[in-house]
T-cell receptor
Framework: GENVEQHPSTLSVQEGDSAVIKCTYS??????FPWYKQELGKRPQLIID???NVGEKKDQRIAVTLNKTAKHFSLHITETQPEDSAVYFC???????????WGAGTKLIIKP | NAGVTQTPKFRVLKTGQSMTLLCAQD?????MYWYRQDPGMGLRLIHY???????AKGEVPDGYNVSRLKKQNFLLGLESAAPSQTSVYFC????????????FGPGTRLTVT
């Protein structure tokens, strides 16, 4: 079955710097790749997603890139701010019932 | 519009006890999901439903049962709780006509002693 690996497990960056989180997936039939943000004690919330027919998508300070050949996708956060501190999850999906297979998560720490 | 709600928010069970977690959504979503979240392991799908009266197994279904008698509700049952089921449980819903985004409930923290 599908497997999604996410790295790093913890990422600490200086406020204002950029952060990059990477995920790889195993099933070449996967065609939808969302990123969710989970603040401490809160529920996961979608922040950006990309479909397999697009190589890159951007929304203000966040962007996602997809390399279908290498089967990996990445989340880029620029000009990081304290409110970006959270756990970020990547996921992959291929089925019509939209089951998501999740990465293990990356704890992003923004240092003041 | 409450979105996705879960009942209860916290629960402590003794080994062998049973309980039911209730998830309700008011967005008329077709799909509903139950996940468990354990430290360092992300979200793992327990069971899901693609419509009223239907359920299917996810990645970690053992020890759990579900029912979707009404479109807006998805129940997760633990028949005989075990310490390994200590976790945070999230319910989510989505609709194929609304971009696949899964909307999560606030979670239920379950401790089995």
């Amino acid at each position: 079955g599908e497997n999604v690996e996410q790295h790093p497990s913890t990422l600490s960056v200086q406020e204002g710097d950029s952060a990059v989180i990477k995920c790889t997936y195993s099933d070449s039939a996967s065609n939808y790749f969302p990123w969710y943000k989970q603040e401490l004690g809160k529920r996961p919330q979608l922040i950006i997603d990309i479909r397999s027919n697009v190589g890159e998508k951007k929304d203000q300070r966040i962007a996602v890139t997809l390399n279908k050949t290498a089967k990996h996708f990445s989340l880029h956060i620029t000009e990081t701010q304290p409110e970006d501190s959270a756990v970020y999850f990547c996921a992959a999906s291929k089925g019509s019932n939209y089951q998501l297979i999740w990465g293990a998560g990356t704890k992003l720490i923004i240092k003041p | 519009n409450a979105g996705v709600t879960q009942t209860p928010k916290f629960r402590v069970l003794k080994t062998g006890q049973s309980m039911t977690l209730l998830c309700a959504q008011d967005m008329n979503h077709e799909y509903m999901y139950w996940y468990r979240q354990d430290p360092g392991m992300g979200l793992r799908l327990i069971h899901y439903s693609v419509g009223e009266g239907t359920t299917a197994k996810g990645e970690v279904p053992d020890g759990y049962n579900v029912s979707r008698l009404k479109k807006q509700n998805f129940l997760l049952g633990l028949e005989s709780a075990a310490p390994s089921q200590t976790s945070v449980y999230f319910c989510a819903s989505s609709s194929p006509g609304q971009g696949i985004e899964q909307y999560f409930g606030p979670g239920t923290r379950l401790t089995v002693t």
